[in-house]
């Protein structure tokens, strides 16, 4: 079946260090890929999105590369901040529409 | 305006009570879900309801009951609570099917922390 394979967390760095966040996934078809960020105490928040491979998502300073070659979608950004400490979730969707998540990697940014 | 709103956000309750968790969704879409995430923050998807009719029924004990009056609307009902119940659990909704230039991007709710003591 489909599934997503995300990096063991947490990840803990420094304000303005660079971020990766690894996400690998396994789909019969042409999935959809996403990544979704929790803030302690809160929901599900859409971070960024790619329907096709090469597409690049991008939001808030993350980007993430759909590489169909290597099926994966990892989550960069430039410089991160404390307030970008969060649980962040790679999934993907196929035709019937059913996010499969990864079982989440926690960022912690320290000033 | 919330896209997504579910009710109660905090919900604790005895083991062997009946409890229900409502959600609506003001997007227009037409499909709608019931997510859990268990305490090690792992997500799974419970079930799916596409224009009121169950699509997607994964692997849930059938004391959970997902009822949708309209296709605004997808209440889960949970009976005889057990301990490992407790969770948070995420409703969610989509564009319909037909639509796939979104991506079929799935819009959450808030979550309801749901525990069981």
């Known amino acids: 079946g489909d599934s997503v394979t995300q990096m063991e967390g947490p990840v803990t760095l420094s304000e303005e260090a660079f971020l990766t966040i690894n996400c690998t996934y396994t789909?019969?078809?042409?999935?959809?890929l996403f990544w979704y960020v929790q803030y302690p105490g809160e929901g599900l928040q859409l971070l960024l999105k790619?329907?096709?491979?090469?597409d690049k998502g991008s939001n808030k300073g993350f980007e993430a590369t759909y590489r169909k070659e290597t099926t994966s979608f990892h989550l960069e950004k430039g410089s991160v901040q404390v307030s970008d400490s969060a649980v962040y979730f790679c999934?993907?969707?196929?035709?019937?529409?059913?996010?499969?998540f990864g079982t989440g990697t926690r960022l912690l940014v320290s000033p | 305006d919330t896209a997504v709103s579910q009710t109660p956000k905090y919900l604790v309750t005895q083991m062997g009570n009946d409890k229900s968790i409502k959600c609506e969704q003001n997007l227009g879409h037409d499909t709608m879900y019931w997510y859990k995430q268990d305490s090690k923050k792992f997500l799974k998807i419970m079930f799916s309801y596409n224009n009121k009719e169950l699509i997607i029924n994964e692997t849930v004990p059938n004391r959970f009951s997902p009822k949708s009056p309209d296709k605004a609307h997808l209440n889960l009902h949970i009976n005889s609570l057990e301990l490992g119940d407790s969770a948070v659990y995420f409703c969610a909704s989509s564009p319909p099917i037909q639509e796939t230039s979104s991506g079929n991007t799935i819009y959450f709710g808030e979550g309801s922390w749901l525990t069981v003591v």
């Open positions: 999934a993907l969707t196929t035709g019937f529409q059913k996010l499969v």
């Open positions: 789909a019969t078809g042409y999935p959809s």
């Open positions: 790619a329907t096709k491979a090469d």
